[in-house]
């Protein structure tokens, strides 16, 4: 199984590309708003290391995390699946940052904040809510960005998903449960309803 993984929800991204069980070639960058500039030139890395082996799999981390950074990945991922005949497949980016128990928390703006709940479910909770959990606590935000809240239980800051977690969260899965992940539609986990405005004029009016 050959697979090339993305991982751009976070401003550090990643990318990987496995071999069967080896990875191969790994490369990180920070990005912040500019993932495209960094992305192309590691797709291009990776892809002479695939050389002319098949591509089973591109895996894109699908989030909770920058919608702009997934759309990105997930428009590269389509041009790359297309041409190579692998299956697109969007995988949840928190996943292999949860354990047993646990929740993982990141700040979801407008006074909100993105929970992972051990039994998986992501939403989006006020801080009193946040404050009334009773599980551990990790979160991707950096060292003492939830210092305000007071959460007695939070135990692990600054986490931060990568392209190789991506592969073993895949790995780690059943036979099952990637063909159900490969069957459903690439996009990004969206935490609120997402936000379509309409043109302000048709195109063929501008």
């Given at each position: ?37 960094h ?9 002479d ?6 591509l ?139 936000h ?11």
């Amino acid at each position: 199984m050959n697979i090339l993984a993305i991982e751009t929800s976070v401003p550090h991204a990643s990318l990987c590309l496995a071999l069967g069980a080896e990875i191969v070639f790994a490369t990180e960058w920070e990005a912040e708003r500019n993932h495209d500039a960094h992305l192309f030139p590691a797709l291009e890395a990776a892809l002479d290391k695939l050389a002319e082996q098949q591509l089973d799999y591109v895996l894109v981390g699908a989030g909770p995390g920058s919608y702009g950074g997934v759309r990105v990945a997930l428009a590269a991922g389509v041009g790359i699946a297309t041409v190579s005949g692998a299956a697109l497949v969007a995988v949840e980016s928190w996943a292999q940052l949860a354990e047993d128990g646990a929740c993982v928390v990141a700040d979801a703006r407008r006074g909100g904040w993105t929970v992972r709940k051990p039994d998986g479910s992501i939403e989006v909770l006020a801080p009193e809510e946040l404050q009334a959990l009773a599980y551990p606590i990790y979160s991707t935000e950096a060292c003492g960005k939830l210092a305000h809240l007071n959460l007695e239980n939070l135990q692990k800051e600054a986490l931060c998903p990568t392209a190789q977690g991506l592969v073993a969260t895949w790995l780690s899965m059943s036979c099952e449960e990637q063909a159900s992940a490969a069957a459903k539609p690439a996009e990004p986990i969206y935490v609120r309803p997402p936000h379509i405005t309409a043109a302000a004029r048709k195109p063929w009016e501008i």
